[in-house]
């Protein structure tokens, strides 16, 4: 316990027929931690398997769909990994890859609509203020049209005026703007448009509407009708993206886990030694897990391996691996948090584990306090349990503010529950004796 775990150093040799079978093993101990090889003059650094780039291409797709459907690979699932194999997956994952393609694209599609037709509302908009006829929209043979808005209009009436009194005027104004159209002979087009440019003219483009034969209104009310009629559509292919979320989340982060660590055995043998027809692989396993793993290495491969302790030098880095009850465990959260003893260094996870709920209760010290935090940490292990681990150690920190706070006599700092006196061992409160307390604290 205050020790880390007993560490032996082997070496495995075997020939490259049992390569896949050997990786398949130490993966499914999960003790041995392998060295990686530098390659030397006499060993080459291994190849990755051949399955290698399959499973990296299966990989990468899957993640795009986890991607795509915005599911959390992360997320805790109840299904085993025995669930899975490569071949569904790829069959699954391109079935998938293809829907979710044929969704986006149709959704780009509407969204290419709606944004289309909402710049046409916005075009129309000046048009449906002049509440001008779809007749209008028609070329006529002697009458030249203006239609737009000035943002000078001040005397452009009377200009006009000046030119030709043979003309006919729409007019509104909004927003400090003067949206009109104005109809005149052709044999005063050209002075008219002078006369308008001065006054800060922009022509809007009737022509994309002339074929429409139909008034402003009619179009405004037709693209805002295409608009929510795509937007419908829109919405049934959000649903099925949902829909097939739901149905395969699950299934597609297990199948991510199950790659992920399938994608590590191929690559493991680029941590190998190789020579022409063998593998050697350099590692660490647990004292106490040696003769099991020695023994299943060689019954799994007919008693074909080599599997050799070897010497320890002693400035050689040696992995470690905790050795603590399960009470003491959650506790090794703050050795990872912080640094890891070295294998030759006393492990201080019990003494965090004596000290670390002491200090706590102590300075907390309130019943009502240490009630309302254990309730709290008991429900947050429940939702986030990724870090029960955790929560382990505040849970335990909570029962020990009880503890304190029936020692303080305190129940969220009052010393009296509707009129009744909590009896207490010491006391925190300034008015009586600190003597006791203060020597509790020395003795912390």
Same mark, same amino acid.
């Given at each position: 316990m205050l020790r880390t775990e007993e560490m032996r150093k082997v070496l495995i040799a075997g020939a490259d027929t049992n390569l896949k079978k050997v990786i398949t093993?130490?993966?499914?101990?999960? /003790?041995?931690?392998?060295?990686?090889?530098?390659?030397?003059?006499?060993?080459?650094?291994?190849? @990755?398997? @051949?399955?290698?780039?399959r499973l990296s291409k299966i990989v990468v797709a899957l993640r795009a769909v986890l991607i795509h459907l915005s599911i959390d690979k992360n997320k805790v699932v109840k299904h085993s990994k025995e669930s899975v194999?490569?071949?569904?997956?790829?069959?699954?994952?391109?079935?998938?890859?293809?829907?979710?393609?044929?969704i986006e694209e149709e959704i780009e599609k509407i969204d290419t609509k709606i944004?289309?037709?909402?710049?046409?509302?916005?075009?129309?908009?000046?048009?449906?203020?002049?509440?001008?006829?779809?007749?209008?929209?028609?070329?006529?043979?002697?009458?030249?049209?203006?239609?737009?808005?000035?943002?000078?209009?001040k005397w452009f009436i009377t200009e006009i005026n000046k030119i030709?009194?043979?003309?006919?005027?729409?007019?509104?104004?909004?927003?400090?703007? /003067?949206?009109?159209?104005?109809?005149?002979?052709?044999?005063?087009?050209?002075?008219?448009?002078? +006369?308008?440019?001065?006054h800060g003219f922009i022509a809007i483009n009737i022509d994309k509407y002339k074929e429409e034969k139909l008034s402003p209104n009619n179009i405004f009310d037709k693209a805002s009708s295409e608009i929510n009629k795509v937007s419908e559509q829109k919405i049934k292919l959000l649903r099925e993206i949902e829909r097939l979320k739901e149905k395969w989340g699950d299934y597609l982060i297990i199948s991510e886990r199950f790659l992920s660590v399938e994608i590590e055995k191929a690559q493991a043998p680029l941590k190998f030694a190789k020579t022409k027809n063998s593998f050697l692989i350099t590692g660490w396993i647990p004292q106490s897990?040696?003769?099991?793993?020695? *023994?299943?290495?060689?019954?799994?491969? *007919?008693?074909?391996?080599?599997?050799?302790?070897?010497?320890? +030098?002693?400035?050689?880095?040696?992995?470690?691996?905790?050795?603590?009850?399960?009470?003491?465990?959650?506790?090794?959260?703050?050795?990872?948090?912080?640094?890891?003893?070295?294998?030759?260094?006393?492990?201080?996870?019990?003494? /965090?584990?004596? @000290?670390?709920?002491?200090?706590?209760?102590?300075m907390l010290g309130d019943i009502g306090y240490g009630l309302v935090t254990l309730v709290l940490f008991l429900l947050l292990k429940r939702k986030m349990k990724k870090i029960a681990g955790f929560f382990n150690i505040l849970i335990l +920190? +909570?029962?020990?503010?009880?503890?304190?706070g029936a020692i303080f006599g305190e129940f969220f700092g009052a010393e009296e529950i509707f009129g009744v006196h909590i009896p207490r061992l010491i006391s925190r409160n300034p008015g009586h004796h600190l003597e006791p307390l203060m020597i509790t604290s020395i003795f912390f």
């Open positions: 093993l130490l993966y499914k101990f999960g /003790v041995v931690h392998i060295v990686e090889h530098k390659g030397t003059d006499e060993l080459d650094i291994g190849s @990755s398997l @051949s399955n290698s780039e194999n490569i071949t569904d997956i790829n069959k699954n994952v391109n079935i998938l890859s293809k829907r979710i393609r044929d944004k289309e037709n909402n710049q046409l509302m916005i075009e129309i908009f000046p048009l449906r203020k002049l509440d001008i006829s779809e007749e209008l929209f028609t070329d006529y043979k002697n009458l030249a049209s203006f239609i737009g808005t000035l943002t000078k209009p030709t009194i043979r003309y006919e005027l729409i007019e509104v104004e909004e927003d400090n703007k /003067v949206y009109f159209a104005l109809f005149v002979e052709k044999a005063f087009a050209s002075e008219v448009s002078n +006369s308008l440019l001065h897990n040696f003769d099991v793993v020695a *023994q299943r290495l060689r019954k799994g491969t *007919q008693d074909k391996l080599l599997i050799e302790p070897m010497p320890i +030098s002693p400035d050689e880095s040696v992995p470690i691996k905790f050795n603590n009850p399960n009470i003491v465990k959650p506790f090794e959260f703050f050795m990872n948090l912080y640094s890891l003893p070295s294998y030759h260094e006393l492990d201080p996870t019990f003494f /965090v584990f004596l @000290s670390f709920p002491v200090f706590f209760g102590f +920190s +909570s029962i020990t503010t009880i503890i304190f």
